[in-house]
């Protein structure tokens, strides 16, 4: 359908509730004010609300939960866009003069049969393999939907003793070291004056679910701008605060929602962490340092900073978080010889031998640092965008007018950022739609684009 109106401009061609007996389809489009749709790097959903006034026959009556709800937008990019969505609440409702106004809150398919499903079987193979297998099954969530994976180094079998689909996701993540310039292969185990070793690397992954499908990705492929650890090539918008200019590209509000914080940094272990491990097969205890200005160049950051800053990498020369964790080799090693790979008789025959230096202290970093720098910003329309997406943002220069001649451009902080949250806003009664963008990044400064 076209749509020949501004950047904020949508149609809203279709919206019906599915009778979950009769399978008859009610239009909700005469009653509806307002649809807001959100996405989250965080949550392996997507959800959605609508709000409805119903002056005629009444669906707010017919509705039980779990109706099937489809939805199909036409933006200013004269694309249409499709959603199948299910019932799972409906809230704030009233009546007046015998008109009922009420909200309509949607969600995934997949999260409702996620709370209804309990996993017990042991299951064995890389993390991603298994976020997959968990996903498709179809005696499981039984997904229809794309899945995106970042592949894994290493193996594990875990016994989810009842826990859902969703929540053993969750957990594979903390324990998930990429294929692409993984830190086993990066480590320096090399033991130090005080009996110490330095550990190296980047773990850390995340699970959500966006308009494309279910990702399982670590945090430096959608961090990527350079294809260092990812071979696709990523399309990169652009958005301008431009205050004389409403077109798609245009940032119409800018929030600065984190920035330097040392003190938080410094009690999480963001820069310098360590971690004494016991292995309770052969009685070793060791010690394990992580700097991350040592392992900066095995990463990928969206700034153009090549380092940490002259006062993170002072403050960091020491580890300002202690963690402590019991390893076991042998757990679910069946060989005759030895399953640590660091012991001197080891054969290479320990398809799941404990990666806990290589992911515990890493994951935990990269995850903080991932949100060294956060904005907010408010564009029109952008359909098309997604959470986990890569955007470039360019902001003027916050100094007087005669600097200005200079540079217009605040090098600090404009450049790529990741996008963590979205939220959208179609209003019924103007026709047009914003899109709301939770932005994050690990290090400041714009890279300079080949």
Same mark, same amino acid.
């Given at each position: 359908?076209?749509?020949?109106?501004?950047?904020?401009?949508?149609?809203?061609?279709?919206? =019906?509730?599915?009778?979950?007996?009769?399978?008859?389809?009610?239009?909700?489009?005469?009653?509806?004010?307002?649809?807001?749709?959100?996405?989250?790097?965080? =949550?392996?959903?997507?959800?959605?609300?609508?709000?409805?006034?119903?002056?005629?026959?009444?669906?707010?009556?017919?509705?039980?939960?779990?109706?099937?709800?489809?939805?199909?937008?036409?933006?200013?990019?004269?694309?249409?866009?499709?959603?199948?969505?299910?019932?799972?609440?409906?809230?704030?409702?009233?009546?007046?003069?015998?008109?009922?106004?009420?909200?309509?809150?949607?969600?995934?398919?997949?999260?409702?049969?996620?709370?209804?499903?309990?996993?017990?079987?042991?299951?064995?193979?890389?993390? =991603?393999?298994?976020?997959?297998?968990?996903?498709?099954?179809?005696?499981?969530?039984?997904?229809?939907?794309?899945?995106?994976?970042?592949?894994?180094?290493?193996?594990?079998?875990?016994?989810?003793?009842?826990?859902?689909?969703?929540?053993?996701?969750?957990?594979?993540?903390?324990?998930?070291?990429?294929?692409?310039?993984?830190?086993?292969?990066?480590?320096?185990?090399?033991?130090?004056?005080?009996?110490?070793?330095?550990?190296?690397?980047?773990?850390?992954?995340?699970?959500?679910?966006?308009?494309?499908?279910?990702?399982?990705?670590?945090?430096?492929?959608?961090?990527?701008?350079?294809?260092?650890?990812?071979?696709?090539?990523?399309?990169?918008?652009?958005?301008?605060?431009?205050?004389?200019?409403?077109?798609?590209?245009?940032?119409?509000?800018?929030?600065?929602?984190?920035?330097?914080?040392?003190?938080?940094?410094?009690?999480?272990?963001?820069?310098?962490?360590?971690?004494?491990?016991?292995?309770?097969?052969?009685?070793?205890?060791?010690?394990?340092?992580?700097?991350?200005?040592?392992?900066?160049?095995?990463?990928?950051?969206?700034?153009?900073?090549?380092?940490?800053?002259?006062?993170?990498?002072?403050?960091?020369?020491?580890?300002?978080?202690?963690?402590?964790?019991?390893? =076991?080799?042998?757990?679910?090693?069946?060989?005759?010889?030895?399953?640590?790979?660091?012991?001197?008789?080891?054969?290479?025959?320990?398809?799941?031998?404990?990666?806990?230096?290589?992911?515990?202290?890493?994951?935990?970093?990269?995850?903080?640092?991932?949100?060294?720098?956060?904005?907010?910003?408010?564009?029109?329309?952008?359909?098309?965008?997604?959470?986990?997406?890569?955007?470039?943002?360019?902001?003027?220069?916050?100094?007087?007018?005669?600097?200005?001649?200079?540079?217009?451009?605040?090098?600090?902080?404009?450049?790529?950022?990741?996008?963590?949250?979205?939220?959208?806003?179609?209003?019924?009664?103007?026709?047009?739609?914003?899109?709301?963008?939770?932005?994050?990044?690990?290090?400041?400064?714009?890279?300079?684009?080949?």
């Amino acid at each position: 359908m076209q749509n020949n109106n501004s950047a904020f401009s949508y149609v809203l061609t279709k919206l =019906d509730l599915i009778d979950a007996v009769s399978k008859k389809p009610w239009n909700l489009l005469p009653g509806v004010q307002a649809i807001t749709y959100f996405e989250s790097i965080s =949550d392996p959903y997507i959800s959605a609300n609508i709000r409805v006034v119903d002056s005629g026959e009444s669906v707010v009556n017919q509705i039980v939960g779990g109706e099937d709800v489809h939805m199909s937008i036409a933006g200013p990019d004269e694309i249409e866009y499709h959603y199948i969505l299910k019932v799972y609440t409906i809230n704030d409702r009233s009546v007046s003069n015998k008109i009922q106004t009420y909200n309509i809150g949607l969600i995934s398919a997949e999260a409702l049969t996620n709370e209804a499903m309990k996993v017990s079987k042991t299951l064995s193979n890389r993390p =991603d393999i298994i976020a997959t297998e968990l996903l498709e099954d179809e005696k499981i969530i039984n997904t229809e939907k794309d899945i995106f994976t970042t592949p894994c180094k290493n193996n594990v079998k875990i016994h989810p003793n009842g826990k859902s689909p969703f929540q053993i996701i969750n957990s594979l993540c903390n324990s998930s070291i990429s294929a692409v310039n993984s830190n086993v292969s990066s480590s320096n185990s090399s033991t130090t004056a005080n009996n110490e070793k330095s550990v190296g690397g980047s773990a850390g992954y995340v699970f959500f679910e966006n308009y494309k499908g279910y990702h399982f990705k670590s945090i430096d492929e959608l961090c990527d701008s350079k294809g260092k650890f990812s071979s696709d090539n990523k399309t990169i918008k652009t958005f301008i605060d431009h205050p004389n200019d409403t077109g798609e590209d245009t940032i119409i509000n800018v929030n600065f929602e984190s920035e330097i914080n040392l003190i938080h940094a410094l009690r999480l272990g963001t820069y310098a962490l360590q971690l004494q491990t016991y292995d309770i097969s052969s009685g070793n205890f060791e010690v394990y340092n992580y700097k991350v200005h040592e392992q900066w160049d095995n990463q990928a950051h969206l700034g153009s900073q090549e380092k940490l800053n002259v006062m993170q990498q002072k403050l960091s020369e020491h580890p300002t978080r202690i963690l402590s964790t019991i390893v =076991d080799h042998e757990k679910n090693y069946m060989g005759r010889y030895h399953g640590d790979p660091d012991d001197p008789g080891y054969k290479n025959d320990n398809n799941f031998w404990d990666y806990s230096k290589h992911h515990i202290v890493q994951n935990i970093s990269r995850n903080f640092m991932l949100n060294t720098q956060g904005l907010r910003i408010d564009v029109p329309g952008n359909l098309d965008l997604c959470v986990g997406d890569v955007i470039n943002v360019i902001l003027p220069s916050s100094v007087s007018e005669d600097q200005k001649l200079d540079n217009r451009i605040d090098e600090v902080n404009s450049g790529f950022y990741l996008i963590s949250k979205l939220s959208r806003f179609f209003d019924q009664r103007t026709q047009e739609v914003t899109t709301v963008l939770k932005l994050n990044r690990d290090s400041f400064g714009i890279q300079q684009t080949e």
